[in-house]
């Protein structure tokens, strides 16, 4: 585990040792599961999979310049070193 430190108000300081005591915790653990919940809130996990869709996503709403090929993902050979279509084989 890593050490941080943080400077917090009393308030805070008095509501986590208020937390912990009422969840028969140690401050620290209780610190460290509101830090992992906050993250999940404001940056959630994703896998894989989904952060590929969410990329793809974001290249649909990419404008492109007029006369630009809509079929490179199917003819990249064509494109990338000549030859012949797909359609034209």
Known sequence: ??????HITDETKQRIGLAAKAKRKVEADLIREAIDEGLKRI????SSAQALLNLAKLAEQMPTK????????ENHDYYAWGGKKKSER
Do not use: E, F
């Not at 940056?43 to 994703?46: I, R, V």
């Not at 007029?66 to 993902?73: E, F, H, K, Q």
């Open 1 to 6: 585990m890593q050490r941080i430190s943080v």
């Open 43 to 46: 940056y959630p996990p994703t």
């Open 66 to 73: 007029p006369g630009t090929p809509n079929d490179v993902s």
